[in-house]
C-alpha cells in the first residue's frame, strides 16, 4: 500500500508539472515579481480544491468517470466534453515536446513530423507493453526532469557569469535577476488574468483526468499531502525556468556585444585590405564574407535578445506569440559559445521534453479509460485511437493558423471547461464538501469568462476562429437528455 501511495504520488507530480510550467509561467513570475506569484497562489488554490473535490468524488464511490457523471450527476456529456478536451490538451502537450527535441538536436522544422510520430509511437508501447508498470515509468521520468531542470539552471548560472563581462550586459541580467523576487512591478489587467489563467491550466485541469485517478487511488493515500508536495514542486519549477530564462537575457547582450567587438574589428582588417595594393581581391572578398557573417551574427543576436527581453518586460503581451519564447534559449546558448553550452541544452531542453512527456503519457492512459468506459473498446484499441487523435491534431499544428486556433481555444475557454470539469461534484449525491467546490467551480468561471474576453481583444484573424473551436467543445451538452436516455437503454 506504501508503494502505491508512493506511486501515485509520482504519477500526479509527472502529470501536473508540464510545459506551462516553462513556457508561460516565466514571463509572469518575472514581470510581476513575486506581486504575481503570490496572486497565482490564489489561482493554485482555487485549482487545488476542484483536484481534491474530483480525486474524493470517486474514491469514496468507486465509480469510474462515465460511471459517476452518469449515475451520480447525471451529466453524462461532460465526459465527452473532458474527452475532447484531454485530446486538444494533448496535441498541444505533444507539439511542444517534439520541438523540445528538435532544439535539443538542433534540427530542421522538417524534422517535426518525424519527432511526433516517434513520440507518439513510444508512448503506445509503454502503455501496451509496459501496462500495470506504466506508473512506475512515469515515476522514473518525473523524478528525472526534475532534477534536469534544477542542475542545468545551476550550470547555466555558473557559465552564464563566466561569460558575461559587459557592463550593460550584467545590469540587463541582475535588473531581471532582482525583478523576480521584487514587489516593485505594477500588475496589468489583461497580464493577470492570462497568468490565472496559465495556473489552471498548469495544473491539468479540464481533461478529468482526478475523477480516472481517484477511482483507483488507495483509501489511505492523504491526497491533501501529495497535492502539497506537487503544489510546493510546481512553484520552485516555476521559478527555476524564470531565472532560466533571466541568465539567458545576460547571455543573449554579452553575445551581441561580442558579435560587435567582432564586426569592429574585421571592418577595420578589411579597410587595411583595400588600402593595401598588394592583396588580391579574393583577399578582400573572404574579409568581406567574413564581416558579411558577423553582421548577420549582429542581427541575429539583437533579434534574440529584444525577443527574450520582451518577453520578460511585457507583461500584457498576446501569451500565443510568447509561448515559444523559451525555445530561443538553447539558440541563445550555443550562439553564444558558453562553457558547458551542450550539457546546458541537453539538461535545459530534456527536462521540457520530460515534462511534457509524462503529462502525455497519463493524458494518452486516462483518454484511453474513459473511451473504453464510454465507447465499450478494448484497452489496446482505446490507446490507439486517443494517440491517433492527438498525433493528427499535433501534426495539424504546424500548419500556424491551426497551432493560433488551439492555443486560442486552451487559453480562451480553459477556464469555462475547468469550471464545467467541476460542476457534476455540485448536484446528485457527490460526497464532497460543495460550499468548497461552489467557490473553485464560481472562480474557474470567471476566469474563464474574462479570459475568453481577453484573448479575443488580441489581434489576429485566427484567435476567433480558435476561440469558436473551443466553444464547439461544449455541443455535447444539448444532447446530454439524449445521453442518459441512452444510458438507461444500454443498462
Known amino acids: 500500500m506504501r508503494k502505491m501511495s508512493t506511486l501515485m504520488a509520482l504519477l500526479i507530480t509527472g502529470y501536473i508539472l508540464g510545459v506551462l510550467n516553462f513556457l508561460l509561467m516565466p514571463k509572469y513570475y518575472i514581470a510581476f515579481g513575486l506581486k504575481g506569484f503570490v496572486l497565482s497562489l490564489v489561482a493554485l488554490g482555487v485549482g487545488l480544491i476542484l483536484i481534491y473535490g474530483e480525486l474524493e468524488a470517486t ?4 465509480y469510474l468517470i462515465h460511471e459517476f457523471m452518469v ?13 475532447m478536451f484531454l485530446m486538444l490538451f494533448g496535441a498541444i502537450n505533444l507539439y511542444y515536446s517534439g520541438f523540445a ?3 535539443l538536436f538542433d534540427l530542421g522544422p522538417t524534422m517535426l513530423i518525424l519527432l511526433l510520430l516517434v513520440i507518439v509511437t513510444l ?21 528525472l526532469f526534475i532534477v534536469f531542470a534544477f542542475v542545468s539552471l545551476f550550470l547555466m548560472r555558473a557559465q552564464v557569469y563566466d561569460f558575461v563581462r559587459s557592463e550593460t550586459a550584467l545590469n540587463y541580467l541582475n535588473s531581471y535577476r532582482h525583478a523576480v523576487l521584487s514587489f516593485d512591478h505594477p500588475l496589468t489587467a489583461r497580464g493577470t488574468i492570462m497568468m490565472l489563467i496559465t495556473v489552471l491550466l498548469s495544473l491539468g485541469l479540464g481533461a478529468g483526468v482526478y475523477y480516472v485517478l481517484g477511482s483507483f487511488a488507495p483509501s489511505d493515500l492523504d491526497f491533501r499531502k501529495l497535492l502539497a508536495v506537487v503544489l510546493l514542486l510546481q512553484i520552485l519549477l516555476s521559478f527555476t525556468a524564470a531565472f532560466t530564462t533571466v541568465y539567458a537575457i545576460g547571455a543573449a547582450y554579452q553575445s551581441y556585444e561580442n558579435n560587435q567587438i567582432k564586426y569592429k574589428q574585421i571592418h577595420e582588417e578589411l579597410g587595411k585590405v583595400f588600402s593595401n595594393p598588394n592583396l588580391t581581391a579574393e583577399e578582400a572578398m573572404k574579409k568581406y564574407n567574413q564581416l558579411q557573417k558577423v553582421l548577420k551574427g549582429i542581427n541575429q543576436t539583437l533579434t534574440n535578445f529584444q525577443k527574450v527581453k520582451g518577453y520578460a518586460s511585457l507583461s500584457d503581451e498576446n501569451p500565443i506569440r510568447a509561448i515559444e519564447t523559451f525555445y530561443l534559449i538553447p539558440d541563445i546558448i550555443r550562439e553564444s559559445g558558453i562553457g558547458g ?19 502525455l503519457i497519463v493524458l494518452v ?8 468506459e464510454m465507447f465499450q473498446m478494448k484497452r489496446n484499441t482505446s490507446v490507439s485511437f486517443v494517440s491517433g487523435i492527438v498525433l493528427i491534431l499535433s501534426a495539424a499544428m504546424m500548419v500556424s493558423g491551426i497551432k493560433v486556433m488551439f492555443l486560442a481555444a486552451l487559453l480562451g475557454v480553459g477556464g469555462l471547461i475547468i469550471a464545467l470539469e467541476g460542476a457534476p461534484l455540485l448536484v446528485g449525491v457527490s460526497p464532497v464538501d460543495r460550499r468548497l467546490i461552489g467557490v473553485g467551480v464560481l472562480a474557474s468561471a470567471v476566469i474563464g469568462l474574462i479570459s475568453l474576453r481577453t484573448m479575443l481583444s488580441f489581434k489576429g484573424s485566427y484567435i476567433p476562429l480558435g476561440i469558436l473551436v473551443g466553444l464547439l467543445l461544449f455541443l455535447p451538452m444539448l444532447f446530454n437528455n439524449y ?4 444510458s438507461r437503454r444500454g443498462r
Not at 474514491?59 to 468507486?62: N, P
Not at 445521453?483 to 441512452?486: D, E, N, Q, R, S
Open 341 to 359: 553550452s551542450s550539457a546546458i541544452i541537453f539538461l535545459l531542453m530534456g527536462s521540457l521534453f520530460l515534462a511534457g512527456f509524462t503529462t
Open 365 to 372: 492512459e486516462i483518454g484511453a479509460q474513459i473511451s473504453a
Open 483 to 486: 445521453l442518459m436516455a441512452g
Open 59 to 62: 474514491r469514496k464511490t468507486r
Open 123 to 143: 508512448i503506445w508501447l509503454f502503455l501496451i507493453i509496459l501496462r500495470g508498470r506504466s506508473v512506475e515509468f512515469i515515476g522514473i521520468l518525473a523524478v
Open 101 to 103: 527535441l528538435l532544439k
Open 71 to 83: 449515475k451520480v450527476s447525471r451529466l453524462p456529456a461532460i465526459t465527452i466534453i473532458l474527452l
